[in-house]
């Protein structure tokens, strides 16, 4: 009698490339949680993790990247590294190391899902 076939696992590309970087992203806020934060040592994992993805050219996970400086590299903890401000459907959330702003409108966003269940192909609401 023959054996049952178990199902295939779906591959993921560059799976342990994925999981490097996200090790780098926690190694990188454990050290911002340190009695004395080191941001030497934040920095250098950020832009190993960055250096990761672009020599394998994958894509940082929008939600890593909206948490990284894009000016000086330190991951923004609020409170620690960064300061948000919510003000007229703006968010504006300023690095406390370089002082970069970074502004994303609130106003007029649905969550995704909500927008995929209230539009359809035509463009009608059903």
Avoid: W
């Avoid at 401000?85 to 106003?107: D, I």
Wanted: hydrophobic letters at 35%.
């Amino acid at each position: 009698m023959s054996t049952p076939k178990q199902p295939k696992k779906r591959q993921v590309p560059h799976r342990e490339a994925y999981e490097r970087m996200n090790f780098l992203f926690q190694l990188g806020l454990q050290c911002l949680q340190l009695p004395e934060p080191n941001l030497d040592l934040c920095r250098h994992y950020v832009l190993t993790l960055r250096a990761i993805a672009r020599r394998l050219v994958l894509r940082i996970d929008p939600l890593l990247k909206r948490q990284i400086c894009k000016n000086c590299s330190v991951i923004l903890q609020p409170g620690s590294t960064s300061r948000i401000k919510l003000k007229h459907g703006k968010q504006t959330v300023s690095c406390l190391c370089c002082a970069h702003k970074h502004t994303v409108h609130l106003q007029g966003r649905a969550p995704a899902t909500a927008r995929a269940a209230t539009s359809t192909r035509s463009g009608l609401v059903t």
